[in-house]
């Protein structure tokens, strides 16, 4: 399931190596990861479209790389960029359904499957878990992703969203409780379990 | 303060709510969708390797093409409204001929509901320098933002509301000036710039919403190759070779039968103002193969004709 493993990427710099003046090139970050930028991109949001993602965290990471100090593992900043390249994607798109009242990211098919067991292939689990994870706030959806599907450390995701480490599991813990509710309200309680 | 110990995923399985172990059920069959292929790296990384700025077309084509974004959706809904009212610059003012634009009905609603997914808005700000990254505030933020995206969003609704439905430009300049104070850094200042546009162009304000046009960052909006071709029509007489740049950018876009059209009787005047008449009689000959019928067909008839 995990794969981001931000700490070994961090000691994990190959391809990377500075332009004689010291400064890394963003050919150079490109090509040693932009392959690893692209899976994040298409797990935090599968809807959208992962190419001009990759774009955008990339001319995002071109403007900021002069600034780049080397402090934090590239990885992690790479990471940071994309979770706020992501998020902000969404929130434009949470403006559009506001001002517009549609919602271009939808599926196609919106009927609820009768129970997620009737879905039991992993294509179809993605877009029963996505699906519960798009009515959450989007704070509660990157935690989520990151440490549930992800499996990010807390000290990762500390490093890549800035949420300090002492609050992050009362966060998790609320979004568990709002993405279980999300689950009720779509589901039903599962059989046996405790209205 | 005492920290916490990190709790068990929801993969494991192991939590005493059911619904949870649900869940867990579901991140753990949970498909990873994998990287992009190289083909895919390599075209973005070609996008990257494009100069930012006037590339416009570099970037996205398809991203400009279906990237009406926030912008589009409302720029191009009030688009319609600018278009029907015939306030939109005259092509290139060499005759009197088809200046504007005739009514594009079939744009209005349709580049509403075909609005693609967004551009995005300047995320670098948000972007913690790496230094910080392990100190900064929430990522996103979005609780805290969202009662006033909410609120921004109303206000920039308003403004377009009184353009698109009330017809009325000036109200929806006032009501965009209250916008610009209210939401300085808003999330939506790009497509409020947009939308002033268009109300200066439905009040005939050209000179005005050309110096807006010139400091849009084209690349970062919906409506791209509309808007370039907006500026080519405006710069036509002041800057002819600025213009013709633009006119050749959208028609290297492939663009759609509309803007096309324009661009190409567009450039055909241009061209002939600039004293390049070959390339103005291609450009009509261009024009009168694909489009026989077209609304500048005669105009380009003749031009085509001279010797």
New interface residues.
């Given amino acids: 399931m995990r794969g981001i493993n931000l700490e070994s990427a961090a000691g994990h710099e190959s391809g990377a190596e500075a332009r004689p003046d010291g400064e890394l090139s963003l050919d150079t970050v490109y090509r040693a990861h932009a392959e690893l930028v692209s899976r994040w991109i298409r797990r935090l949001d599968p809807t959208d479209d992962p190419e001009d993602l990759l774009h955008e965290v990339f001319l995002v990471a071109r403007r900021r790389l002069p600034t780049f100090r080397g402090d934090a593992a590239i990885t992690t900043w790479l990471f940071a960029i994309t979770v706020r390249v992501v998020a902000s994607r969404r929130r434009k798109r949470k403006v559009r359904r506001l001002l517009f009242g549609r919602y271009e990211g939808d599926s196609a098919d919106q009927t609820p499957p009768a129970t997620p067991e009737m879905h039991a292939s992993r294509t179809q689990a993605s877009r029963v878990l996505y699906e519960l994870l798009e009515g959450l706030a989007e704070r509660d959806r990157t935690l989520l992703i990151l440490f549930e599907l992800e499996g990010l450390s807390g000290k990762e995701i500390t490093a890549v969203t800035g949420i300090p480490e002492r609050q992050l599991w009362t966060l998790l813990h609320r979004a568990r409780v709002r993405l279980k509710r999300a689950y009720v309200e779509r589901y039903g309680m599962p059989e046996g379990g405790a209205p | 303060?005492s920290?916490?110990p990190?709790?068990p995923?929801?993969?494991s399985g192991t939590d005493d709510?059911?619904?949870?172990r649900?869940?867990?059920?579901?991140?753990?069959?949970?498909?990873?969708?994998?990287?992009?292929g190289r083909d895919?790296?390599e075209?973005?990384?070609t996008?990257?390797?494009q100069k930012?700025g006037p590339i416009v077309f570099g970037?996205?084509l398809?991203?400009l093409a279906v990237g009406v974004?926030?912008v589009g959706?409302?720029g191009v809904a009030v688009a319609g409204f600018a278009l029907s009212s015939g306030s939109r610059p005259k092509p290139v003012p060499v005759q009197p001929a088809p200046t504007v634009a005739p009514p594009v009905p079939e744009r209005v609603v349709p580049a509403?509901k075909a609005?693609?997914?967004?551009?995005?808005?300047p995320?670098?700000e948000?972007?913690?320098?790496?230094?910080a990254?392990?100190?900064?505030?929430?990522?996103?933020?979005?609780?805290a933002?969202?009662g006033r995206?909410?609120q921004e969003?109303a206000a920039?609704?308003a403004a377009?509301t009184a353009l698109r439905r009330d017809r009325d430009p000036a109200r929806a300049l006032a009501l965009l000036d209250h916008h610009a104070a209210s939401f300085p850094d808003g999330?939506?200042v790009l497509e409020a710039r947009v939308a002033r546009i268009d109300a200066n162009l439905a009040l005939g304000r050209n000179a005005e919403a050309l110096a807006l046009l010139e400091r849009l960052p084209l690349e970062r909006v919906g409506r791209g190759v509309e808007l370039r071709l907006v500026r080519a029509e405006l710069r036509a007489t002041s800057d002819p070779k600025a213009a013709l740049a633009d006119f050749d950018a959208v028609l290297a876009t492939g663009a759609s039968k509309n803007l096309e059209e324009r661009a190409l009787h567009g450039r055909a005047r241009c061209r002939a103002s600039t004293g390049d008449r070959a390339g103005a009689r291609a450009d009509a000959e261009r024009y009168l193969a694909k489009y026989p019928s077209g609304r500048f067909a005669q105009a380009l008839g003749q031009l085509a004709a001279e010797r």
């Fill in positions: 303060m920290h916490r990190e709790p995923r929801l993969a709510d059911p619904v949870l649900r869940i867990g059920a579901l991140t753990r069959a949970a498909s990873d969708h994998g990287p992009l895919a790296l075209r973005v990384r996008r990257l390797s930012p970037m996205p398809r991203a974004a926030t959706l409302a509403v609005a693609p997914p967004a551009s995005v808005a995320v670098e948000a972007v913690p320098a790496p230094r990254v392990a100190h900064q505030a929430p990522a996103a933020a979005p609780s933002s969202a995206l909410a969003s920039l609704e377009l999330v939506l």
